[in-house]
Structures are given as C-alpha cells and as structure tokens.
C-alpha cells in the first residue's frame, strides 16, 4: 500500500469541489481557475510553482494540501509510437494507460479500476478478477501524466491528447461518480478541454448505469457487444445473463438520444476464430442492430497466454466486415497498435514491461501487485 498523507488531493477536484475547498479555508473563489490550470494544464504538482499565488497562500496550502498522481512504475514506447505507461494507484496494484498516435489524432486508452469483476471470457484484464476502484485522482492523473510527458501546454495549443478512450482496464460504470468526476475534469477548460464528442466510455453493458449516464453527463458511448445473441454473448460477456441484448440496445438508444443531437453509438465487437467470426454472426448482427444508429469496430482479439482463443484470419476478418458494409453499416477494423510493449486491448494487465518477463505475464502482475487480493486471483488462472 502507498502511504496516505491525509491532505486534500486537489489533482482529483472538479471545478465546482475546488471553489468549494478555497471557499472552505477562507479564500477567493478565483483561485480555484488559478490552481486548476497550473495543475492541469501546465502538469505542475509544486505549490511554490505556482507563481500568481501569494507566498502566504502557497504556504497555506503546502500545509492541507497535495497534487498527487499515481506513482509511474514505466514508462514504454513502441516502433509504432505508441506509448504505454504502467502506475501504481493506493490499493498497490498497477494499472496500464496507453497513447495512441493516429495522423492528427492522439487517443489516450484510461484505466477506470485495478483488475475487472466482470470476466469476459477474452480479456486478460478480466482474468484477473476485481482489485479496486481508481480514485479521481487516479483516473484523471493518466491524462495529466500523459500530457506531462508531451510538455504541458497551455490549453490554446495543439495538445498530444486529442481524445480519451475509457478503455483500458476496468468496466468504468462500475466505478460511476470518480469515472463522471474525472470525464469532466477532462472536458473542462481548466482541465484538459478535450470536446465531449472525443470523451468516449466504453461499456460491457451495466443497463441501470447507462440509464444513469445521460443524469449526469454527455459523452460518446461504446458499448462492448462481441456477440449478436443472447446465448454466445452470456458466454463471452457473463453480465449478458443480467442485462441481455433486448434491454442493453434499448437502453444504449435511449442514452444516444438523449444527447440531443445527431450522434452514434459505437458498437466494438472482438473477433474470436471460429466462435463468432461465421457469416451466420454477421447475418445476425445486421439484424439486431438494424433499429440502432451505430457505426461498428471490429476488434481482431488480441492473444495472451492461455486464453483459448486465436484471431481470425485476416480473409476472414474482411469478410465479416464486408458483410456488414454491404448491408450499409459504417465498419471500420482497429488496427493492433502497440504490440511490442504488450499494449493492445485486453492486453493490458498492469505488468511492467520487462522483457526478459513478457512470456508470463500474469506471473508479472502477481509480483507486481503481491500485496493484493489481485495475487490471489491471478495464481488461480491456468
Ligand atoms: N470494460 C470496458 C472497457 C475496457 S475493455 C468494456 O468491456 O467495454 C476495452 C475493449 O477491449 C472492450 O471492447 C473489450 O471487450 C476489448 N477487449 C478485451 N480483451 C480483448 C482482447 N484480448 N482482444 C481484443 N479486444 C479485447
Ligand atoms: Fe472487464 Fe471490459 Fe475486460 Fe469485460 S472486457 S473483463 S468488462 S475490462
């Protein structure tokens, strides 16, 4: 466990908490902007720093207060120019948060939890059972870290980090108020000032959640289908049994339209060979999704020891994604970004990429996270 200091963390509070905290110790609202954008936008964790602050303010505030991130355990970058950061957050575990470069774009992958309860059959991170929730701090100390490490500008420049994708490791909406918490600091001007079209959670399907969503936030929305039937999907993505197709897709439209304006939700769908890459699938998924507005991203699943399942080919790949094209569905195939640091989806266990370590990746999480209940869980995988 990393030690607690007992100050406020101001790295984890939104705009209206920070007003709320100077409020709180006799101080000017202002300050709140001030302190934010040395924080966020210039990656500033010393008070002293903080030059239009009063010497006696800093004082006051190096006294009751920190700017704290998740400690950085690595830090990899790929030939492709992808990078990946491994960090340690307060339960002890590590979680991994990835950068990907694309043309203009740069997306940063965000972890929401340490390990994941929900266990799809596919995903390494499930594979390691549930360890913790991230706080805000730690969801939203990835993209200060990240942005850190490009040189933090002001938020008037082009910034590395274009986009935010909640898809590293976790099921974000079950880790609700610090995954809203931390998706506002990144729309916010004082934070990251990322549009909330660039803001996407991914969802493996918590309906009453997703209803939730639209009270308290605008963002895009992913849902994780994988399976265009109840009975393979309840297979693949156990949570199916609780919230099956017919409830998830009512409630995924429901949240769309309530955005208010023309948006679509993204289906990703992992291809596993020979267990839903048939032509079959893709009849049916043509089918299900036909009431839904959604473009479609198809996700050649990434291998990792013992998990029982191979990519398709890459025929067979064009093949259901033509299929679906042909039945005037917008599908696009995400290319494996990453691979020789171990950072493609469900790939990510929280491991530092050591390589002499990189065939036994679930023995590195153990070791890293050995103080855990997370090394109970990962020594019980084959
Ligand atoms: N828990 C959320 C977000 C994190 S997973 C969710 O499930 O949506 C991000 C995406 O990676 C999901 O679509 C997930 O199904 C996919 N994924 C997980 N393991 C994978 C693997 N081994 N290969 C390819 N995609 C994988
Ligand atoms: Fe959790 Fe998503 Fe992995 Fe499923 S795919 S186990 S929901 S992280």
Redesign the pocket.
Known sequence: MIATTGKTNLLGLTQPEMEKFFDSIGEKRFRAGQVMKWIHHFGVDDFDAMTNVSKALRDKLKAIAEVRGPEVVSEDISSDGTRKWVVRVESGSCVETVYIPQGKRGTLCVS?QAG?A?D?S?????KQGFNSNLTVAEVIGQVWIANKSFGSVPATIDRAITNVV???????LLNFDNVIAAMHLMMDDLGYGISKRRVTL???GVVPMIDELAKHIDVSL???L?APNDELRSQL?PINKKYPLKMLLESCRNYMSSLGEKRVLTV?Y?LLKGVNDHVDHAVQMIELLKDTPCKINL??????PH?G?ERPSNNAIRRFQELLQQAGYNVTVRTTRGEDIDA????LVGQVNDRTRRSSRLIAARELNAESDLAQNAATQP
């Open positions: 929401s994941c929900l799809c596919f995903c390494s991170t499930g909640m898809m590293g490791m976790g099921e974000p991914s969802t493996s992913a849902l994780s994988h993505v990703e992992t996700i050649p699943f990434n291998p990792f998990s399942y493609a989806c469900g790939q």
